[in-house]
């Protein structure tokens, strides 16, 4: 089981493995030698696969330590279906600690489906679309704050009318997060629009970030993939829905968050899931005096969703990110 296996991208095949518990390296195409890692277990019947990503952006590692003790906790005889993970899906950000790549400074979740000949992170997402997410009945993406923002505990789910959407919608229901962020309509780019473009149910989970992994965090995500298994019927037991605390609607796109009018240090003045009304001051950008340079205000009510947390800002990097109540 500790032995890991080298294979070209092109020839994965979960079915020749068989039923067991594997460690492989895909191998991608091009001369920059990445290659991905994948946890693979396989059950000894037949089921659902559900297809995990971690490590989209290189600044979240929590979901990479959660597949990781996952993977270890699971045994194939005991599974009616597949556990595909890919703890580390883009190892250039990861190897540097950053939501980007360093190689083509390109956010690999903006470029789904990827293309077989561009540029190494349009390479990645390419692979990951056309091997790793065709193969879901299921995906799952987790991310987090990572370094530079701050979530609540959450997990995102498609709100469309579509069979694929209310399967999406009964999952989020079972993984058991105290927020839950309906999205009507996804951006394209994301792992998830790609899952939707093939008619596959999808969440994703975010967590507060700050480059550090606490018992806490650990225990959200280990405990909600245990229990979307349960909830596919790959792992036995039965779960029951767990209402959330705060139910959210809204787009979800950090691109269109409140953007930073211009360089400097942040102060928020509003912590994640305040209530605020139009023309409250959600913060203020400083110069390196203290001297107030800007001060942010909400353009409409809402909630907060997500704050810029690590305070050193650029012009145009989101700052505050708002949603409405369901």
């Known amino acids: 089981m500790d032995e890991v296996r080298s294979i070209s991208a092109d020839q994965f095949d979960p079915e020749a493995l068989g039923p067991g518990a594997h460690r492989l390296r895909l191998v991608l195409p ?121 979530f609540p505990f959450l997990v995102g789910y498609d709100g469309s009318d579509t069979e694929w959407g209310r399967a999406s919608r009964e999952a989020a229901f079972a993984f058991g997060a105290p927020v839950l962020w309906a999205h009507p309509t996804i951006p394209p780019g994301r792992s998830i629009s790609e899952a939707a473009r093939r008619h596959i149910p999808w969440l994703y989970v975010e967590a507060p970030g700050g480059g550090r992994i606490t018992s806490a965090v650990l225990t959200f995500y280990t405990r909600g993939v245990r229990r979307l298994l349960a909830h596919l019927r790959i792992l036995s037991g039965s779960v029951r829905p767990r209402p959330p605390r705060w139910h959210l609607l809204g787009e979800g796109d950090l691109d269109r968050a409140i953007l930073s009018p211009t360089s400097g240090f942040f102060v928020p003045l509003v912590r994640v899931l305040d209530r605020v009304r139009p023309g409250q001051t959600l913060g203020v950008l400083r110069d390196s005096f203290g001297r107030t340079r800007a001060s942010i205000e909400a353009p409409q009510d809402g909630r907060v969703v997500a704050r810029r947390a690590f305070p050193i800002v650029a012009a145009g990097e989101p700052l505050v990110l708002l949603a409405h109540d369901a």
């Open 30 to 150: 091009g001369p920059e030698g990445v290659s991905l890692p994948v946890l693979l277990i396989t059950g000894h019947s037949p089921g659902k696969t559900l297809v995990v990503l971690a490590g989209v952006h290189g600044d979240e590692v929590e979901g990479i330590r959660a597949l990781q003790e996952v993977f270890a906790s699971l045994k194939p005889e005991r599974l009616q279906g597949r556990f595909l993970a890919i703890p580390v899906a883009n190892p250039p950000a990861t190897r540097a600690g950053r939501r980007t790549s360093p190689q083509d400074d390109q956010n690999l979740a903006r470029v789904f489906p990827g293309r077989r000949e561009g540029t190494v992170t349009e390479r990645i997402a390419s692979i990951l679309s056309e091997t790793i997410i065709a193969r879901a009945d299921f995906l799952l993406d987790l991310h987090s704050g990572g370094i530079a923002y701050e």
